[in-house]
């Protein structure tokens, strides 16, 4: 039999469909938001920036005061509504600029921001670097004084020029540049200098003269415009070599302090640092310097005295680690350039991945290219910008940025900028939660934003929201009748119970069931959650949560372990378990009414729709399921009955009808019934032909064209019509094509035949009349003299008459 499709009833399972699908996703919606089960107002705001708390005190006794913001600004006073919001104000904002010798030049733009923030929510801003034209630049040397390094008069007589040259190459760079120098040979105790007078002599390498006493560090010359004074200090210095013990020299001594002695050094507050190291040897490194006596960490402070030396008296510090240089080199946003020989290149190599901001410049045979190294060095120090977050712990910073291109990339950090170039970097800041440990109300934090290598940064005010306004001591009412006549302090909507009380409104008491035995009953079995996370223990017993905003829809069961909203739907209707006449859901499991069996309670136990015409269930070709036959596909039996096969006879006279109306909206059945008792059905531009279960069906239509359609079964035995989108009609009879020829033969050929009578006729003719007129030529008499004339004169001529014989 065709299944009948009413509409009403089509519209209301759409509906139904629809319904129970949002009814779904509230549910879900209502397990996993992150808004849920949360227990004050504090930590509701910090947990989501879309959580708000509603502090009303008529509130639902089991919704959540925590919820989405979505969910609670329609249904909570403005006035309780516990939703503050992020703000972002710009207080300084000089635009950039070069250095024109009256002002400082301005590179990093904005300046200050003062940022209000919720925490796990993103704050979006933008910061741009402008590389200025005459930057400030403070260029100090640190050279390797050991013999080794100075050993050949080329290379003395190289690094002395290096003295003479620098201040003309700087100018080309920077108007604006400061030059200094300082030198190191190693710590000046044994093993690794020699401390007597004798030493001295015995092992220098000099010819004919003694080497100067060794020294750690000796600031030769504080930073200065004084071009010509760099230049003699460096050619004077150069001449007192020192020798010292070991291959390792104590160099990082030395850039410990050139960094850490911002004044003796001569440091601006706005200028782009560089050290330029220079030297042929490893270094000593944190605990190098135990063999000498040098137990004392490395503080990393200045001890340098007035003389401009290491002061011997803290002789006993030990040398410093990667990470103090590391760390002093990014809190004084200085660079380094090492200049080093080819031998110790890799070492210096390594040491600059785990320092950062630095350089490696491989030196030539007697420091030739020395120049020529510390000017490639410093564009590459000078084109990049990376922005480094300082003092942020907790706050987490995103960089995006187009550089110089066309590609947004996910980076802090922009290479090759010339002069006046400008990079815009787009920048989310996140504050986490946990910056609220063990802090209330308002965090005050100063984040800095810091260009690498300058002494540029943007600075972030940070008030940080960790706490409700209503969670302030003013706010609370102590004591309230809200808590139980008394039992607790109220704010924000929720009580904090009294010693010796506890519970939503301090309605339990520790002498009647303490809150340990309490939670205890109030967990499932081995259950760590009280309530299965489902329900709020109440002095030891469960009382369950609603199904999202429904609260006619709750959890159940003793430990609120159960949904009754979860169980199978029918796959008829989409009710839940078939609809309160099959059956109902009991804890995620449908309860089947008498008559009704399956997951979702919506098999029939009534087999008569599986009885064939000839009274056999399913004509004993299959078997009855759920009210349907299954037929045997080993039989190849198919239909509601199991009653067709392929040479069965066909039913395509049953389903003509329907096809039709459905097809082409021809046939015996108009618009509302063949809407009533007809499925429907499935359009292909061409059937399938050769299967033997699918059945071929052909009429002809009123319009006496053919349609054809086909009949199969799917795995249920619901009938499956497919019809032909056209129809195979007659052609149409062309009068024109059929009369032409016939009026032709009628008429055209006696014609022709007339004609061609005609023509034969006049030939004939003109060669009849041709031969007469020949003949009638012939026939013309000559002339002559009348025949019946007879001339009176008659002449004879004489046979045996000779005429020339006269």
């Known amino acids: 039999m065709m299944h009948r499709a009413v509409p009403l009833a089509a519209l209301l399972l759409a509906v139904t469909l629809i319904l129970s699908h949002a009814q779904e996703l509230r549910v879900g919606e209502a397990v996993s938001n992150p808004c849920a089960n949360v227990d004050t107002c504090g930590e509701c705001i910090r ?47 000089d635009n950039v600029r070069g250095g024109d010798g009256t002002s400082q030049p301005v590179q990093v733009q904005p300046q200050i921001m003062d940022i209000t923030a919720r925490t796990n929510e993103a704050i979006n801003f933008k910061l741009t670097f402008r590389q200025a034209e005459n930057y400030p630049v403070d260029l100090y040397f640190l050279l390797d004084l050991s013999y080794t390094m100075v050993e050949e008069e080329e290379a003395q007589k190289r690094l002395i020029a290096l003295g003479q040259e620098m201040p003309r190459s700087m100018d080309n760079i920077t108007r604006d540049f400061n030059l200094g120098f300082g030198t190191f040979v190693d710590k000046t105790v044994m093993p690794y200098t020699a401390w007597t007078t004798q030493m001295l002599r015995d092992r220098c390498p000099l010819p004919d003269k003694s080497c100067r006493a060794p020294h750690d560090f000796i600031n030769q010359l504080k930073l200065s415009k004084d071009g010509p004074a760099f230049a003699a200090r460096m050619e004077k210095a150069l001449k007192a070599v020192s020798q010292s013990f070991d291959d390792s020299e104590g160099g990082m001594d030395g850039l410990m302090q050139a960094l850490a002695c911002e004044g003796q050094i001569g440091w601006r507050q706005r200028s782009r640092r560089i050290i330029v190291y220079s030297s042929n040897s ?5 605990g190098g310097g135990l063999m000498g006596g ?33 760390n002093k080199l990014d809190e004084k946003s200085t660079s380094v350039i090492f200049a080093v020989m080819p031998s110790v290149v890799d070492h210096y190599d390594n040491l600059r991945a785990l320092i950062g901001n630095a350089e490696v410049g491989r030196l030539s045979d007697k420091s030739s290219n020395i120049i020529e190294l510390i000017r490639k060095n410093y564009d590459k120090l000078r084109s990049r910008i990376h922005f480094i977050p300082r003092r942020a712990d907790g706050v ?74 209503c969670e302030r001591p003013e706010m609370a009412k102590v004591n309230s009748d809200n808590c139980d006549w008394g039992n607790g302090t109220f704010a924000c909507g929720i009580c904090s119970c009294n010693p010796g009380r506890y519970g939503r409104e301090c309605g339990c008491s520790e002498a009647t069931i303490s809150s340990k035995e309490s939670l205890e009953q109030c967990r499932r079995g081995n259950d760590t959650e009280v309530c299965s996370g489902y329900g709020e223990c109440i002095c030891g017993e469960c009382e369950c949560f609603a199904l999202g905003s429904d609260t006619a829809r709750q959890y159940s069961g003793e430990h609120c372990q159960c949904n009754d909203y979860t169980c ?48 056999l269930l399913c004509n004993e070709k299959g078997s009855c399921d759920c009210g349907r036959c299954r037929c045997n596909a080993t039989l190849k039996y198919m239909g509601p009955t199991c009653e067709e096969c392929p040479n069965c006879p066909s039913k395509c006279s049953q389903y003509r009808d329907c096809a039709q109306c459905k ?46 359609f086909t009949y199969e079964y799917d795995e249920n035995n619901d009938v499956i019509i497919k019809v032909q989108r056209t129809k195979e009609c007659p052609k149409d009879v062309n009068l024109a094509l059929i009369l032409g020829p016939v009026v032709a033969g009628i008429v055209l050929i006696p014609l022709l035949l007339l004609c061609i009578f005609i023509l034969i006729r006049n030939r004939r003719d003109r060669a009849e009349f041709a031969r007469f007129m020949k003949e009638k030529d012939k026939a013309r008499w000559e002339s002559a003299a009348n025949p019946i004339y007879k001339d009176p004169k008659s002449t004879f001529r004489n046979p045996t008459y000779n005429k020339d014989s006269q």
């Open 47 to 93: 947990t989501a920036k879309i959580c708000a708390w509603c502090s009303a005190e008529k509130f639902p006794r089991f919704a959540s005061r925590c919820d989405l913001y979505e969910h609670l600004k329609s249904t909570c006073p403005p006035e309780s509504l516990s939703f503050p919001k992020s703000d972002l104000k710009v207080s300084q904002n």
């Open 294 to 326: 040098a137990t004392k960490n490395n503080d990393g402070d200045c001890h340098i005295n007035s003389e401009g030396s290491y002061s011997p008296d803290d002789i006993n510090y030990d040398f410093p680690s990667v990470g103090q240089i590391a």
């Open 568 to 615: 199978p739907r029918s796959k008829d209707d989409a009710s839940l378990c078939g609809g309160p006449t099959r059956g109902k859901c009991d804890c995620g499991t449908c309860q089947c009414l008498e008559g009704w069996e399956g997951d979702a309670c919506d098999c029939s136990t009534d087999n008569s729709t599986c009885i064939a015409s000839n009274g």
């Open 663 to 708: 097809g082409f909206g021809t046939g015996k059945y108009n618009g509302d019934q063949c809407t009533d008792l007809c499925q429907d059905i499935i359009k292909e531009d061409e059937l399938e032909e050769g299967n033997d279960l699918v059945f071929e069906c052909n009429f002809r239509d009123t319009d006496k064209c053919l349609f054809r």
């Open 282 to 286: 490893i270094f000593h490194l944190a």
């Open 396 to 469: 987490d910073f995103k960089f995006k940025s187009k550089c110089l291109g066309n590609v947004v990339q996910e980076t802090a950090m922009c290479d090759n900028l010339e002069i006046k170039d400008s990079v815009t970097f787009d920048v989310s800041m996140t504050v986490s939660s946990d910056v609220c440990q063990g802090h209330s109300g308002i965090v005050n934090r100063s984040v800095k934003l810091a260009a690498q290598g300058l002494n540029e940064q943007m600075t972030i005010n940070l008030r940080i929201i960790c706490d409700c306004e």
